[in-house]
């Protein structure tokens, strides 16, 4: 059986508690809240904290606050609570599709919403046991020097693999992040950089305590994602879309996100932006899918062959736009991600 | 019958339902230490020196071992003994097991592993079999035909070049099939001891306890009459456990020495380096035909990927060739086949072992050929089907045959009449057959001694204990057996007791392998259970003044049947046979009949009978992605007799549902880093996460529908059921392709990347298909000719020294240990 | 050799008290061990399973406050005071749970080692929802891989025992 390596454990109470041990701890510690990602990740040695930190403990990061005008998400609220919730439904859809998509029903009843968003990236070369790692001499996000997806690069290529973060992002979902000096608030599309390292701007002394929405009237969104199995995989393609439209159907505003296609979640700017003041017909999203697609950059260390995958986005990004216009694609839906759920 | 044939609850599923299984890794015993393993980090390595030192000297390590404590070479066949339990000085693959460390914590001995010091010579590496053959040194192993080719073939039954002469049209085509693993969710696991006498007794995952029973007693060079192995049930199987492993050897080694209990479970990655799985095949078929479809001769080459060990290769690679034959009527048949060494984790026997893949080539070339002479490829495969009784070209000798019947049924199912080239563009139909042995004709080693033996208690208090070497790997061999014992006896499944898997209290049986158990454990219990129903009757008929004939032996009782109240319960009848015979117990065997293949290579192949199965699957494909799903399967097996039927369907959905992965997801696939770089050769993805197999949502509805005439051969009639639904559903699945997108898949597994190729070939102009172009060029030996049957032939080649003349010193050799 | 210490990762300097199959049950563990470890080796209940250890086959599932969680990725330490149902706590009074008589009878356990796994899933699916749909139940069970069955007999079985338990409740 495989076994974690030995750390301290530290259960905090409250936020308080808890940023002061980050900030004693220093970067050595890390705090655990569902465990489905950290967990792995030291029973294979890619990470081996000095102490863990459990959240689980504290009250204030379950809470869930949803007002007309604005929503608070506690970070330690899990996939599983997100997915059934009703709440979260028309604007928020995405949301509830991406949560309700991850993994497996028990890692759902497991995984939190800011475990979710800080997910280490993942690669083919990185994702393994210490021995296998051993035997390519490790790579450039732990343990060695070269990144074996470019060996030419200097940046870890290493894949952004949240469900969650593309919808939220195509939400205009912020963080609010708490160390024990200061508290601040990031746009979520901020928050991550393309590097399969130094992916996040989470310092080692910050909680990701809470995500905050504001209010999503008139917005209609969904979360389309590509694996190879109905469930357990980690999305290797995913797209989340957001719009608001006017009652005569013309796009006032629109996101486009998509995931795994890099180190971070890609925002598709462009595509966007050509959809505004235009009503979604065959034109505009087509124009749309391909403005997507092309800043899509998969590699090759995920499932599937990546020049198939950046095929996929456009098909993606065309369904979601249908989707959103308010085709039936329901039958697309449950062929690519085999599950009746939302 | 009132069990034979009813469906019911197997006799473990309380002890499976309730958690009270003891798998091995399951076993805690005081006192206990666990073992881990250092393994090679190179793909291709010698051993230049090694310091254990610091490793022994940290707290909580019981004892270091290295190759040199186990030097002795062992491997599952007599002619392949390559394996070395720890690697002396050459390492063939990443995950090569080089020391061993013994400790109170499992993780004090993993985290020991990183203290052991080890100095690596770095050799040339060989990933594929067309390497293999291109680069002969450095050799992988100092044995095998030449080079890194490790067993070459060539056998020919009748002049396949004049079948082509006569035939209406030939078709060659050029298969590749990937390698896949069996995946068990239970990891490997073994415990050994000391047991109080001194003697080693050892728990352990196998399949197989009679094997590693003998590589036991070969490389720890102790009489086997010392050694007790326990094969606990196994949490799956497939093939993966069939070999004797290095960490069954070296806990056994730990044990002796340290005179304390010694686990090891080894971890997911550990099996993926097992392995011992599909081998990755290329295939040539050429093939003729006449206008309406009748074959007039094949030729059939492969070239396997064997990995770095022998395992089971030689015989894998006689079974890449040897079915062929037994599905449809082929009267002149040529097949060559070539392994090599690779520096892989070694491939072996899985579900269906080695015949799969000619099975996936040959199915869709039918379906090809069908198309081209404008037939129905049902409507084909009826016309050409093999018959009962039937000695094919190769000298198999057939017993039942229903393969037309289970066509037939499955066409009926499905509706295929009014789906095939009739559904709307990206949905279609394929429809593929296969057949499979019911049991190995011959042992892994040459011997005359029965397949297996059961042996039967009968307890004054009614009791029955069954004792056999069977073991139970979730098939339901032991279900088998108690079924049949309380057919015979007039008891229910709940009255026997089983003692399987164990070499101490039952006669051998040679493991849960090539779907012999039902067969040959079933006869030897029926054999068992007869003749003490024989003995028990004698007594009653005398006890009840009633002639033995009329006696019946049902519900728990023994009486007259025509006067059903002139009885004996069960138990007065088995104290009266006691008091007439003494202690009654008895015992039966099973050794299959004597195969008419009698030419080099005609012991894999030969079955006492063949079981038959045809499915239809349907599927959609998206023709913008290539992303394929599948809705429904339709499949029928011809079964002789089912035994349990419940226990049967969920064989062959469990078949459905493997072949499924490996058609479309399933891949063992390797990853060889930039060579100006790094030396590495690792397994792209040794984890369940990223080796995809099916989840439940990923699962179509199965409609399963048995076909049964009893077969002769067959306890009850029962023939096979565990391997051979597998196969069709591959080429089953890539014929439904084509007839939704009118393209060709050539190859396993069948994914959306190569359904966009295809239809970009298409697009182009060119041929619409996806799949290997070439077979490269192999030294063929030359072949064996052996007449078939109906050419005159006895089943000898007429180039070789008859089998029967023939003095083999090596085989005598390995049997004496 | 002898020892002169005890190796750290041997020592049970974690303490704690959950309720195992409703019995309030105290254990002392090394303070690494996740709940799988804990419950097979300081437990003695081997009923559960591991296939992988990575949460990447489900076949580790107990509840934890009648959820269905993954008992490998969850730190025992974080199991104080919280109720954890395992296989062996399904059965009562003697009798098998009607989702174990079912998958016993129906084919749905062959080799059986996902089958404590699977049933401890099925009976938080049946606990929050009565009466799923054969959709509902392959979601529900998604996260439970099997090699053997295909599914399809666990299907069988888990509707096979929904009906049996709505009988019960209703009359």
Request: aromatic fraction near 6%; hydrophobic fraction near 40%.
């Amino acid at each position: 059986m495989m076994r974690l390596p030995l750390f301290e454990f530290r259960m905090p109470r409250t936020i308080d508690e808890a940023v002061l041990i980050l900030d004693g701890e220093g970067p050595k510690a890390m705090p655990l809240a569902g465990g489905t990602d950290l967990l792995p990740n030291m029973k294979r040695r890619q990470q081996v904290p000095k102490t863990l930190m459990s959240l689980r403990y504290i009250e204030d990061l379950n809470r869930v606050r949803m007002e007309a005008s604005a929503s608070r998400l506690g970070a330690c609220v899990t996939l599983a609570d997100i997915a059934a919730d009703p709440r979260f439904r028309n604007g928020l859809t995405a949301l509830a599709q991406a949560a309700s998509l991850v993994a497996t029903p028990h890692i759902r009843n497991m995984a939190t919403l800011g475990g979710n968003l800080c997910l280490d990236t993942r690669c083919n070369y990185y994702d393994q046991n210490y021995e296998w790692r051993k035997a390519i001499d490790f790579c450039l996000k732990k343990d060695g020097d070269t990144c074996w997806v470019a060996p030419g690069s200097l940046k870890c290529m290493a894949v952004s693999s949240t469900d969650t973060a593309p919808a939220l992002i195509a939400l205009g979902a912020r963080v609010r992040l708490v160390s024990r000096l200061e508290e601040r608030e990031v746009l979520l599309g901020e928050l991550y950089n393309n590097d399969g390292l130094d992916y996040i701007k989470r310092k080692p002394n910050e909680i990701l305590a809470e995500v905050l929405l504001d209010s999503l009237h008139g917005w209609k969104s969904t979360y389309w994602k590509l694996r190879r199995r109905g469930s357990f995989d980690f999305p290797v393609l995913s797209v989340a879309a957001a719009a608001r439209f006017t009652e005569s159907g013309v796009v006032e505003d629109a996101r486009i996100v998509m995931g795994s296609a890099a180190s971070r979640p890609l925002v598709a700017l462009d595509a966007a932006k050509t959809l505004v003041g235009r009503p979604l017909n065959g034109e505009s999203i087509a124009e749309a899918a391909v403005l997507a697609a092309r800043i899509a950059k998969p590699l090759d260390n995920t499932d599937f062959d990546m020049s198939w995958r950046k095929r996929v986005t456009g098909e993606f990004v065309t369904c979601a736009l249908r989707e959103l216009r308010g085709d039936d694609v329901s039958g697309e839906r449950l062929s690519y991600m085999r599950t009746h759920s939302h | 019958m009132r069990v034979i044939g009813v469906p019911r609850r197997r006799v473990d599923a309380r002890a499976k339902v309730t958690g009270q299984t003891r798998f091995a890794d399951d076993i805690f015993l005081p006192r206990m230490a666990y073992c881990k393993l250092l393994r090679s980090p190179h793909p291709h390595a010698r051993i230049r020196k090694m310091d254990t030192s610091r490793a022994a000297a940290h707290n909580g390590v019981y004892l270091v071992l290295s190759g040199k404590d186990l030097p002795i070479e062992y491997g599952i066949l007599p002619v392949s003994q390559d394996e070395q339990a720890l690697c002396v000085d050459h390492v063939r693959h990443v995950g090569d097991p080089v020391a061993a460390v013994v400790a109170r914590e499992e993780l004090t001995a993993f985290e020991a592993l990183d203290l052991i010091d080890v100095e690596y010579e770095l050799l040339t590496t060989i990933a594929d079999p067309e390497e293999a053959l291109a680069t002969p040194a450095p050799r992988i192993h100092e044995y095998g035909e030449e080079g890194n080719i490790h067993k070459r073939v060539s056998l020919e039954f009748g002049d396949v070049e004049q079948g082509f002469a006569e035939a209406d049209e030939v078709f060659e085509d050029t298969f590749f099939y990937q390698g896949n693993t069996h995946l068990p969710i239970e990891q490997h696991a073994s415990m050994a001891i000391k047991d109080p006498e001194g003697k080693l007794t050892i728990w352990s995952s196998t399949q197989t306890p009679h094997y590693l029973h003998r590589a036991l007693a070969k490389v720890l060079q102790m009489p086997p009459g010392h050694i007790r192995v326990i094969a606990t049930p196994n949490g799956g199987g497939f093939g993966g456990k069939s070999d004797p492993f290095n960490h069954e050897i070296v806990v056994a080694k730990a044990a002796l020495l340290l005179d304390r209990p010694v686990k090891i479970c080894l971890t997911r990655e550990e099996v993926f380096y097992c392995h011992r799985g599909r081998h990755p095949v290329l295939m040539k078929f050429k093939t003729g035909v006449k206008k309406d479809g009748t074959i007039t001769g094949m030729h059939l080459q492969t070239l396997i990927d064997g990995g770095a060990y022998g395992s089971y290769g030689v015989a894998s690679t006689f079974y890449t060739g040897a079915l062929q034959t037994v599905t449809y009527h082929v009267p002149r048949y040529k097949f060559q086949g070539c392994r090599t060494f690779t520096n892989k984790p070694p491939c072996g026997p899985k579900r269906g072992h080695g015949t799969v893949q000619p099975r996936f080539g040959q199915e869709v070339q039918l379906d090809k050929i069908a198309e081209k002479l404008s037939i129905d490829p049902a409507d084909l495969r009826l016309r050409i089907a093999e018959s009962s009784n039937a000695v094919t070209a190769n000298f198999f000798r057939l017993s039942v045959v229903n393969l037309s019947e289970c066509i037939r049924r499955v066409v009926k199912n499905s509706d295929w009449k009014e789906k095939f080239r009739k559904m709307p563009d990206g949905r279609g139909v394929g429809l593929a057959c296969s057949a499979y042995l019911t049991g190995a004709g011959l042992p892994i080693y040459w011997n005359k001694m029965p397949h297996s033996g059961v042996h039967i208690k009968f307890d004054r208090g009614g009791g029955v204990a069954v004792f056999c070497g069977a073991t139970e790997i979730g098939q339901g061999s032991d279900d088998v057996l108690a079924g049949i014992v309380a057919e015979v006896l007039g008891l229910e499944t709940f009255d026997i007791r089983l003692y399987t898997g164990d070499t101490d209290l039952g006669p051998v049986d040679l493991g849960s392998y090539s779907s012999r158990v039902t067969i040959m454990a079933g006869n030897a219990a029926l054999q068992a259970a007869e003749r003490g129903r024989e003995m028990i009757a004698e007594a009653a008929a005398e006890k009840l003044g009633v002639p033995k004939e009329r006696l019946r032996f049902a519900d728990k009782r023994v009486f007259d049947s025509a006067a059903p109240e002139k009885c004996l319960t069960f138990a007065q009848a088995v104290c009266n046979a006691e008091a007439r015979f003494g202690t009654i117990g008895t015992m039966g065997s099973y050794t299959p009949p004597k195969s008419p293949a009698l030419y080099k290579g005609g012991g894999v192949g030969p079955s006492p009978t063949y079981s038959y199965t045809a499915a239809v699957v349907e599927v959609a494909v998206n023709p913008a992605t290539g992303w394929i799903t599948v809705p429904k399967i339709w499949i029928a097996h011809d079964i002789g007799r089912a035994l349990n039927p419940t226990l049967v369907r969920g064989q062959v959905e469990g078949s459905v549902y493997m072949g499924l992965g490996e058609a479309l997801m399933e891949e063992q696939e390797f990853r060889r880093l930039p060579k100006k770089l790094s030396h590495a050769l690792v397994h792209k993805f040794p984890s369940m996460l990223e080796y995809k197999s099916p989840t439940s949502l990923d699962m179509p509805e199965v409609i399963t529908e048995l076909i049964e005439e009893p077969d002769p051969r067959g306890p009850f009639g029962a023939k096979e059921v565990g391997q051979g639904p597998l196969l069709p559903i591959m080429p089953a699945v890539a014929n439904a392709v084509y007839d939704a997108l009118g393209v060709r898949i050539d190859e396993v597994p069948i994914t959306p990347e190569k359904i966009m190729k295809a239809l970009a070939e298409k697009k182009a102009g060119r041929t619409p298909r996806f799949g290997p172009n070439h077979f490269p060029k192999v030294n063929w030996p030359e072949a064996l000719r052996v007449p078939p049957p109906w050419e005159g032939g006895d089943g000898n080649a007429v180039n070789d020294v008859p089998r029967a003349a023939k003095h083999n010193p090596e085989k005598e050799k390995v049997l004496s240990p | 050799m002898i020892l002169v210490t005890l190796p750290i990762e041997s020592q049970k300097t974690a303490h704690i008290r959950l309720t195992l199959n409703g019995e309030a049950t105290d254990v002392s563990f090394a303070p690494y061990k996740t709940l799988l470890e804990v419950l097979r080796e300081d437990l003695g209940h081997t009923g559960t399973k591991h296939g992988c250890e990575l949460g990447e086959c489900g076949a580790c599932a107990v509840l934890l406050e009648g959820k269905a969680v993954l008992s490998c990725l969850l730190l025992a330490v974080e199991c104080d005071g919280k109720s954890v149902l395992t296989v062996e706590g399904l059965g009562a009074d003697g009798k098998l749970h009607p989702l174990q008589d079912a998958f016993a009878d129906l084919g749905a356990a062959q080799c059986g080692y996902c089958t404590p796994a699977i049933l401890v899933t099925a009976k938080a699916l049946l606990d929050s929802n009565p009466n799923p749909s054969r959709e509902q139940i392959r979601e529900a069970l998604s996260g439970n891989l099997c090699r053997c069955t295909g599914y399809q007999q666990i299907f069988e079985a888990v509707e096979a025992a929904m009906i049996k338990i709505a009988g019960k409740t209703s009359c």
